[in-house]
């Protein structure tokens, strides 16, 4: 079978290998003649759709309401708010030409956008009766990386970004963990991965936030990834744009902003988590085909047509397709493997005469022999107990993969010897966290919302210590 589906490099002789490997082989992404710009192939972008459909629903389930905003912000426009502009300017893009003439203004393709929803806000926001404003935009940005990789970091990348205005610092407050809740619901009952809640320290924040929260999951190889974040700004950008709005007293206040978003980085962390090394390993609640359905032995009669009768069966239950293309059923069985998709389902002449199927699980690789009396609940039962232990064992290898250290020699070892998330005390002071980065390799994740005291005193400089804080080397 290796002539007909080629080798993936396993993951544990080279993980980024495997890792290209597996995006280019599943068919989820090419690389375009734009350095650091991938093509989304429709595999790849099928399972964007998923993850868009769910988010959107939830969203405007909340009250959300779906915008778009220019791709392009003029340079005076960008500059309004100091700590903003100094955060992305590195990576930001310019547009100087129109045509053959130069323009007056540089216009930056937009990195992110709080500053056009800011100007746009301080036009429509005149009351307390015009708020809040619920407003999310499906998009993409454009950030100059010095080093990309398909999904986890590219010079382009398609998100969506929300971005509301409230009365009060205790709304905003309120919406930004509400969002916050939303995206670990949605990585944990969608995408079977666990994550960690947190906020993020004063270095590690969103630029020109007051605060920003996060969810860090951990990856195969044991690097964390920011699969989501969400900023709550007071009043930092309000008052840079001058939104205000006319109170119940009738006196003017600042309004108070958040900003959150979510990305095709999350495509990146399911393959990372679940995938093996035959290929990628899909959740069945975003996988773009649920069932393959792969006719044994299709050239006897009778077999194509009971496999078309049970594909019309189960697509009442789940999104399946069938193959009855000319390759043999090995080299099916090793292309849907690659592929991910959660279940197989076998036919053939011996199945139709004792009325049965064969089911394979993607995951387990477990096969069970089902009448296809009773197929349509077996696979519905599959794809939940699928999801459910794909997300078990996720967890299980992220707590294995969780280490506490007590100081800083305990923390040198783990992070020369192992790799994963280490949990440690920190005093909240902004050199230990840059001496643990310069000497340790590793950067603070996230201070969990549940808290646990390991110890009194702070890994680093043993002062007292005021919060336990997940570490790791990250993507």
């Known amino acids: ?55 959107d629903e939830r969203l405007k389930e909340k009250g959300h309401e779906n915008v778009y905003m220019p791709m392009f912000i003029p340079e005076s426009l960008l500059q309004k708010e100091k700590d903003h502009v100094e955060g992305f300017a590195p990576e930001v893009a310019w547009v100087t030409h129109g045509g053959e003439e130069k323009l007056a203004e540089r216009l930056c393709v937009r990195p992110t956008s709080e500053t056009l929803f800011c100007e746009h806000f301080s036009k429509i926001v005149q009351s307390y009766n015009d708020l809040p404003k619920l407003y999310n935009q499906w998009c993409s940005v454009v950030r100059w990386e010095k080093t990309t990789r398909p999904f986890l970091r590219t010079t382009e990348f398609l998100w969506q970004e929300g971005h509301t205005v409230h009365a009060t610092a205790e709304e905003s407050h309120a919406e930004t963990i509400d969002i916050l809740n939303l995206y670990a619901w949605f990585c944990e009952e969608y995408l079977a991965i666990p994550v960690i809640k947190g906020q993020k320290t004063e270095k590690e924040k969103f630029a020109g936030a007051k605060a920003t929260y996060t969810i860090e999951s951990l990856m195969h190889d044991g690097k964390a990834l920011q699969t989501a974040t969400s900023h709550n700004f007071g009043t930092n950008f309000t008052e840079a744009f001058d939104i205000k709005y006319l109170n119940k007293n009738g006196r003017w206040e600042h309004a108070h902003q958040t900003s959150w978003g979510m990305t095709t980085r999350t495509i990146g962390a399911i ?30 009669e009778g077999v194509l047509e009971k496999a078309a009768t049970l594909q019309e069966r189960i697509a009442k239950v789940a999104r399946v397709k069938m193959d009855a293309g000319n390759k043999s059923p090995g080299w099916k069985f090793n292309e849907y493997e690659m592929k991910g998709i959660p279940i197989r389902v076998e036919i053939g002449p011996k199945d139709i005469e004792n009325n049965q199927a064969v089911l394979v699980r993607r995951d387990t690789k477990q096969k069970e022999i089902v009448t296809l009396d009773a197929l349509e609940t077996r696979i519905t039962e599959l794809l939940q107990d699928i999801h459910e232990s794909m997300f078990a064992r996720a967890k299980a290898a992220r707590d294995e993969k969780t280490y506490v250290a007590h100081s800083m020699e305990d923390m040198q070892k783990i992070a020369d010897e192992k790799q994963g998330f280490i949990q440690a005390m920190w005093c909240g002071e902004l050199a230990c966290e840059e001496r643990l980065k310069e000497e340790l390799g590793v950067t603070s994740r996230c201070i969990p919302f549940e808290q646990v005291q390991h110890t009194t005193s702070c890994v680093c400089c043993q002062k007292e210590a005021k919060h336990m804080v997940y570490w790791g080397k990250a993507y």
């Open 1 to 55: 079978m290796k002539d007909q589906v080629k080798e993936i490099t396993s993951m544990e002789e080279d993980f980024a290998q495997w890792y290209t490997d597996i995006v280019k082989k599943a068919e989820l992404v090419d690389y375009s003649s734009v350095k650091g710009c991938m093509i989304l192939r429709p595999y790849g972008y099928a399972i964007w759709e998923n993850i868009q459909r769910v988010m």
């Open 271 to 300: 393959i990372m988590v679940h995938g093996d090394n035959n290929g990628l390993v899909l959740p069945p609640k975003i996988a773009p085909t649920q069932v393959i359905i792969i006719p044994i032995a299709q050239h006897k």
